[in-house]
Structures are given as structure tokens and as C-alpha cells.
């Protein structure tokens, strides 16, 4: 395995910010970013992507933590308030609220809206072996979704608030679009907003997005993923369960601006079924006469809710599930299972006892080969005896996979997969070959403070991409040290982290063993 060293002297810069950045002193009044390594032990690093359009991220994001007591989550620069920067968000725990013992999960919900996209909402655990974490988030466009993801959007007159006569919405089965739905309001209909105010005015307007059973970027789209955080289910408890989806929908509607969350008459819903689609219970095709459990989802809160069961019929030639409902959310056709808290161990198998990067990883189903949430797809830290674990895990057939490449959008080549396994029941090893580690790049960067006899090696994530390509790849440094399998020597790549603000340079990548001692009697001020 040969060996070249990469230093970058404007890396070592990016790991800390300018001078001019403020802290909250009611969060934290000591904060020194890049110095206090207390404050860079547990990471997060989310990706916010245009699913139809994964080059370009949604603009104006907006970012909310639910539940963030005591200001666990804060910002990468210390701050309370969230910022998006070119579709991406930083965050770091605070060492007040990090895990306490091997068994402790620190989890955090995010709730994120931008202007013409559908929100989402995700969770996130902190655990002692899980410090740094990275995620990309879909979010639909319903101007221009994803394959297998259509939005319909009308605008209907009232009078006073009431439809004087019935009306219907309609996503069509056409192009690359496998099932549609449509759904129905009776003449006579009255609106109602949160408070249970009935809401007057004189244009109605329904949007309604629906989104495939099956396909990548269908189902990788669908806002908290198939094995959530909290569902209530049939029992009125709360239960550990993971779904698998028949079809889904976001249905929204407003009166002159004002939400609409319930409504005087029943609406009827109906949604195709995929013919081709799995019922988990019966462990076959879906078919006439199945029962399919209907759910609510409210993406505000990430709440799952059972409603009740839909039964499939045969409507000219397809199949379809209608249901009644009187209040406004997404709603879902999904079969359920029972989950673990935690998985049992993926041991990676590698050569050699230094090498490792970041590789692009799945956790699928065995009988879709789709990912089984959207945790279960993103990059990991592999090396020889490394051990991952996912939590709120399906207790389901699956298989582990390794890509050569950076997201799900720009997966690579396969480099390795597992038999099928159910990752609840028994450890399995993967061995990934030799070809997947290279000629390395490496870099060792030192930040000298010369007054004050003190060194450090900062900590923090980043991402490079050769220079002219689209794709970014994920990238670590720990102690001042990384490396990369996935650079060549004599080429230029552009480099770029976040502290807030967005921080990138480029430079190009030499041969060579080298190692750098930065001294800055500028940046040691800040710091120290």
C-alpha cells in the first residue's frame, strides 16, 4: 500500500473561526471553537438536498429543534439559532447534554421547511461510539419531485367558507409515476383551522403530493423514514415498529392563507396499489382483499398515528384503498413490524491495521433492496474490526452494503455486500478488499500557539471533491489527521467545512511526507 501525505496549510484555518464570532454567554461562556475539544466530541453535519435535483439545495431553509432542552443542540459556532449555508447545517452537543455511559442515547428531532418544498423532519441519536454523525435529507421540490413523486395543486371557489359543490384533486399513473391518488370533498363541506375556528373566505386551495411504494428517490424522500421515533399504534400505545409502505401522501389545503386541519364532513382518500408491491404479513404480493393498516403522520412533531385499516379492491384493472378522514395531515397505506432498540454488530473486515475512509453505506431490505430508513444511508468510518449498530432497527431481513461512492444520488460501484441477515438477531462480518484502499493521501497539521506553550490538533468534518466535479465527499479529521483513499497526487481539490459560515479553499495534492506546525499569534488570541 503505497503512501503519499497531503498538507494543507489552510485546513488547519478552516478548523477555527474568525475572531469577530460571538458566543451566547447563557450557553456557553467559556466557548472557544477549535480550541475546546469538549465542545468538537460529538458532531452532526446534515446535508439538505433538492431530491429532484440533488446538485442544486434548497434555498432559505429554516431549522427548528424540537424538544432541545437545556441547549443540547446548538449551532457549529455555539449559537442557539440554526443556519443553513448552501444546503448545509453544523451542529455540535453540548458538553453539558452529551451521553453519560455506554447505554445512554442523546436523541434530537429536526424539523426543516423551505419555501416551495414539502418539510421533513428527522431524528438523530448521540451515543458514546456514535460521536460524529452525518446525514443527507431529501426534500421534495412539488414543483419538480423526484421520480415516482407527482404534486397536484388547485384552487377552488367558496362561498363563505363553505364548497357548495363536491370537488376533487387528482395525481395521475403517467410517465415515470407507477400509482396515483385522488381525493374527494363533499358538497356543503365546512373548514376548520387548528383551533377548531371555522375558517371563511373565498378560494380553497389543495396541494396533494403523492409518492410511489417503490424507487429510490421516492421512498428515500419521504420525510422521518420507516422506522420512527414514536407511533402510536393500534393498541393506543405507543409501540417499536418499522413499516413497510403500500403508498403515501402529503395533503395540505388553506382558505385565503389560512391552514386547514379539519373539516365538517369526511374527505375520501384513495390511493393505488402497486400490484407488484409487498404485503410483510402475508410475505407476498399485495392482492384483492388484504388489509392494509392506515396511518397519520404529522411532520411537525414526527408523531405516527394508527387510524384504521383499508381494504384493497380491483377498480378497473388496479388496485386501490380508499378511507374516510376528517382532519388534514400525511397520510399512509403501511404494514408494520417490530423492531429492535439496537442492532447487533456489522464487523468489518479490512486490510491491513491502518487503513480506513469514509465509504457511501446501506442497510437494506432483502426484498426490495431498499434502504431501511434514511439513517441506515450514509457515509461511515470503516476500518479493520469496526463495529456499527443501528438503532430502532427492523427486526426483518436485510443486507448490509459498501459503495465506492458519496451519497445515494452518486453511489459508485459496489464494492461489498453481506448475505442476508436479520441485523436484530447476530453479528455478521463484511471484508472489504484491497482494492477499496489505494494509494492514500494524508495530512498532519499542528496549530502552535508559541507565547503560550500550547499545541492542538483540531478536530472537526469536512468535504473535498476534485476540482470541476458536482460530487462532494465526507471527510474527518481527527486530531489533526486524515486521510483519503479517494484523492490522486498532482490533482486539485476544493475543500470546505462550516463553522456557521461557509469556509472552502482548493489546493493541489502532492506527493510526499510531510508535516506542519501552524503558528498564529491572531488565531492563538482568539482561542486562548
Known amino acids: 500500500m503505497k503512501k503519499y501525505t497531503l498538507i494543507i496549510i489552510v485546513l488547519a484555518l478552516i478548523f477555527v473561526p474568525s475572531s469577530c464570532e460571538k458566543m451566547p454567554d447563557e450557553v456557553v461562556d467559556d466557548f472557544k471553537l477549535g480550541i475546546n475539544s469538549d465542545f468538537l466530541e ?3 453535519v446534515v446535508q439538505f438536498v433538492d431530491a429532484g435535483n440533488p446538485i442544486t439545495p434548497p434555498e432559505n431553509i429554516e431549522l427548528k429543534v424540537l424538544d432541545n432542552d437545556n441547549n443540547g443542540l446548538l449551532d457549529s459556532n455555539g449559537n442557539k439559532e440554526f443556519t443553513v449555508d ?22 434530537y428531532t429536526i424539523y426543516a421547511t423551505a419555501s416551495g418544498f414539502l418539510p421533513v423532519n428527522f431524528t438523530v441519536n448521540f451515543t458514546e461510539d456514535q460521536k460524529n454523525q452525518n446525514l443527507t435529507i431529501n426534500m421534495v421540490n412539488t414543483s419538480s419531485p ?8 388547485k384552487n377552488i ?18 410517465g415515470n409515476k407507477i400509482t396515483g391518488a385522488d381525493l374527494t370533498i363533499d358538497s356543503g363541506t365546512e373548514f376548520y383551522d387548528t383551533n377548531n375556528n371555522k375558517i371563511t373566505g373565498g378560494s380553497l386551495r389543495i396541494s396533494l403530493t403523492h409518492f410511489d411504494a417503490n424507487g429510490a428517490a421516492s421512498l428515500n424522500s419521504f420525510p422521518g423514514g420507516f422506522t420512527p421515533e414514536s407511533v402510536i399504534g393500534e393498541s393506543g400505545e405507543e409501540e417499536e415498529i418499522f413499516f413497510v409502505t403500500a403508498g403515501f401522501a402529503s395533503i395540505d389545503m388553506n382558505i385565503d392563507g389560512t391552514s386547514i386541519r379539519k373539516f365538517s364532513k369526511p374527505i375520501e382518500v384513495t390511493m393505488e396499489i402497486n400490484p407488484n408491491g409487498y404485503n410483510l404479513e402475508t410475505d407476498s404480493e399485495i392482492k384483492v382483499g388484504d388489509k392494509i393498516p392506515v396511518w397519520s403522520y404529522e411532520v411537525e412533531s414526527g408523531q405516527w398515528v394508527f387510524e384504521k385499516e383499508g381494504s384493497v379492491v380491483n377498480n378497473s384493472g388496479k388496485l386501490e384503498v380508499s378511507f374516510e378522514t376528517d382532519h388534514l395531515t400525511w397520510y399512509n397505506l403501511d404494514f408494520y413490524g417490530r423492531r429492535c432498540y439496537k442492532s447487533n454488530s456489522i464487523v468489518i473486515n479490512a486490510p491491513g491495521t491502518d487503513a480506513y475512509d469514509y465509504f457511501y453505506t446501506e442497510l437494506v431490505y432483502e426484498y426490495n433492496d431498499q434502504p431501511v430508513s434514511y439513517y441506515a444511508r450514509k457515509n461511515m468510518r470503516l476500518y479493520n474490526n469496526a463495529k456499527i449498530n443501528f438503532y ?30 436479520n441485523p436484530c438477531s447476530k453479528d455478521i462480518s463484511i471484508t472489504l478488499p484491497a482494492s477499496a484502499f489505494p494509494e492514500v493521501v494524508s495530512a498532519d497539521v499542528t496549530l502552535s500557539c508559541p507565547d503560550s506553550n500550547f499545541e492542538f490538533k483540531p478536530s472537526y468534518y469536512f468535504y473535498y471533491k476534485e476540482k470541476g466535479s458536482y460530487w462532494w465527499r465526507y471527510g474527518y479529521m481527527s486530531n489533526g489527521k486524515f486521510q483519503s483513499y479517494y484523492m490522486t497526487p498532482g490533482k486539485t481539490y476544493d475543500f470546505r467545512t462550516y463553522f456557521g459560515d461557509r469556509i472552502e479553499t482548493e489546493f493541489t495534492v502532492s506527493s510526499g511526507v510531510n508535516y506542519i506546525t501552524i503558528n498564529s499569534d491572531e488565531i492563538c488570541e482568539f482561542a486562548l
Open 42 to 44: 460529538y458532531t452532526l
Open 392 to 421: 430502532r432497527c427492523p427486526i426483518a431481513t436485510c443486507k448490509f452494503k459498501i459503495y465506492s461512492g458519496s451519497s445515494w444520488y452518486n453511489k459508485g460501484e459496489l464494492i461489498a455486500e453481506t448475505a442476508p441477515f
Open 157 to 174: 371557489p367558496l362561498i363563505g367558507g363553505t364548497l357548495n359543490s363536491s370537488a376533487s384533486v387528482a395525481v395521475a399513473s403517467e
Open 86 to 107: 448552501n444546503g448545509i447545517a453544523s451542529f455540535i452537543l453540548n458538553p453539558t447534554s452529551k451521553p453519560n455511559g455506554a447505554d445512554d442515547v442523546k436523541t
Open 146 to 153: 423526484p421520480e415516482g413523486v407527482a404534486n397536484i395543486t
